[in-house]
């Protein structure tokens, strides 16, 4: 992109989550106590870090949620207003802003239990009322820590505008027909891409074959993200395999979000599947290298220099 060009136009449309998080040696199993070792409270939220992610990584971004009248919800839009995303269409819901608790054990790996709160008081009728957010813009992402009919409202929003929708299909959930075929981009991780084509999250499955199932259900593309293994960009004329980025991983916590962003604001500037997704591949390495969602997130210039090694 050069100077001139205007900044590609995202629109969020998503969940905004205050994090707390605990790093642990392994995983506790159900009945468990594990001694854990740091705990830090972080912005967090797939929807809201993947707008964070979109806006360091270039975009022009706007985002639409729901957070609660209490001090997080605060702390929430003072950030937006900081990484320069236009909030305007957040909602101040009666119930509390959302809460995920995080364990991170020693490999970076993770678990996540989302108390949603005001994130389930996004209605459909009140994404309609900021539909111009979304005929605006180039791209649509959303997620899946709303409610449906949201996202279902955000889809149709753009689907008659013709903006691109990036559907990150996370949490793993069955989805309805009618949202999955208003797709123009899913990008599952394997599991996901997994319950999307109809599969249990843990089936024995090829992961391109099984991308190719969800195509069957509407989008123009499937990107399953592989975590250390990369990216797998499915369409009906092409599978390519996008190679990862080595990194020492200490937390893959927003490692998705970037990824999206990254992808998202790529796309927004014309780039095609493949040049986005190695961006987004770039991003998602990035976000690996730090603690916590936002504080991982990385900026343009850093996404840039894990290109050009
Ligand atoms: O994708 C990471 C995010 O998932 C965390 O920030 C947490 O809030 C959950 O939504």
Redesign the pocket.
Known sequence: MTDDEPDAAIAVVG?Y?H?MSVTVPDLPVPGETVMGEKFEQ?????GS?QAIAAARGGGDVSFIGSVGDDRFGEAARELWAEEDIDAAGVLTGDAPT?A?L?HVEESGENA?A?APGSNHELSGASVREKQAVIEDADVLVTQL?TPIESVQAAATVGEAAGTEFILDP?PAQELPDELVAAVDVATPNESEVRVLAGHDPDADVEEAETARTVLDRGPEAVVVTLGADGALVVTDDQTVAVPPIAVDVVDT??A??AFNGAFAVARGEGADLVAAAERGVAAGAAACTERG??PSLPSRSTIDSYLDD
């Open positions: 969940s989550n994090d972080n912005a967090g939220g797939k870090n959302g995920a995080i996540i989302v820590e996370a916590t927003g998705g979000d969602a936002v």
